[in-house]
């Protein structure tokens, strides 16, 4: 995998919204840590729960405490995607801001091509 070649200063947030993703939850996130690795600048994950009715919520309070740069939003109520993607790019502190969809449709190998 090529190393992306950003300024130090530029940061990446990926915002990643959720429902009743439980089973899928650690998967992505090993997959996104993976590429990540290649990183040469801070990024950080930003998870948001829109009102999951399984244990979503729950594996990502356990994941932040293990992940430092795991950041999670939880809605009481499912307000959809759309609200979901705005209320992670709302608390995104990168200056560059990639989505991805919880049920692993995205790739994370495909956030560097992004980035390109």
Do not use: C
Not at 9 to 27: C, G, K, Q, T
């Amino acid at each position: 995998m090529n190393t992306i070649s950003l300024v130090n200063s530029v940061s990446l947030s990926i915002v990643v919204p959720l429902y009743n993703e439980e089973e899928s939850l650690e998967m992505l996130i090993s997959s996104i840590l993976e590429v990540g690795n290649s990183f040469n600048f801070e990024y950080e994950i930003i998870l948001v729960d829109d009102g999951s009715t399984d244990g979503t919520w729950e594996k990502i309070v356990l994941i932040q405490k293990d992940l430092p740069h795991v950041r999670g939003i939880k809605f009481r109520l499912n307000y959809g995607q759309t609200s979901a993607m705005v209320a992670g790019f709302d608390h995104a502190q990168g200056e560059i801001i990639v989505t991805m969809d919880g049920d692993l449709q995205n790739d994370p190998s495909d956030i560097p091509k992004l980035l390109e």
